[in-house]
């Protein structure tokens, strides 16, 4: 077994990586001039609103195409994909009859699946179901973000713990 797998390098040199480049940028740029730090604060907050968007949005785009190219390249497992589509797609051929609610009902209770087994018929793919996932995952930026600025009362601590989140690896993957 190599030691250069892949949990290896997610797991100790990318972040080695980023804290050497983190620490050179300080001590090369921030350190000698305060100022600068203080600067990109001010910028931080007056355009806090809309770098959180763009980051959402960057982020929902960034999750959207990694499913995807995972599944078009056949590295979707069939616990972790195939078996929710197996799901809608028995709901959508059987859609506005009284079978359909009650495929929905069978296993876990999750009326959710008519409103996908009915975009399923429209787009008869696990594209649009990816994407509404990686919608449903990014769409926790806006309450947590609120919810942080109420409780800190701290627009720039409120984006830091946004940030957070997005880069927390269970919201990744």
């Known amino acids: ?18 804290l050497a480049l983190g620490a050179w940028f300080y001590f090369r740029h921030v350190r000698e001039r305060p100022s600068l730090l203080l ?15 763009s980051v959402s949005l960057a982020v929902l ?4 195409a990694l499913c995807s ?3 078009l390249h056949f590295h979707s497992a069939y616990y972790d994909l195939g078996s929710y589509e197996n799901k809608i797609w028995q709901i959508s051929r059987a859609f506005p009859s009284f079978q359909s609610l009650r495929l929905s009902l069978t296993g876990h209770f999750q009326p959710i699946l008519l409103a996908y087994a009915a975009l399923y018929k429209v787009f008869p793919s696990p594209l649009p ?26 627009p720039a601590a409120a984006g830091v713990i946004v940030f957070m989140y997005l880069l927390y690896p269970a919201v990744q993957f």
Not at 3 to 8: A, E, K, P, Q, T
Not at 61 to 64: K, P, S
Not at 130 to 142: D, E, K, R, Y
């Open 1 to 18: 077994m190599s030691i250069w797998n892949g949990d290896v390098v997610t797991s100790v040199i990318m972040p080695l990586a980023g």
């Open 39 to 53: 600067s990109w604060r001010r910028l931080f907050e007056n355009h806090l609103g809309l770098i959180l968007c």
């Open 61 to 64: 785009a960034l999750t959207f």
């Open 69 to 71: 190219l995972r599944y």
């Open 129 to 154: 179901l990816l994407f509404l996932q990686a919608a449903a995952v990014t769409s926790g930026v806006i309450p947590l973000y609120l919810l942080a600025k109420d409780k800190l009362r701290k």
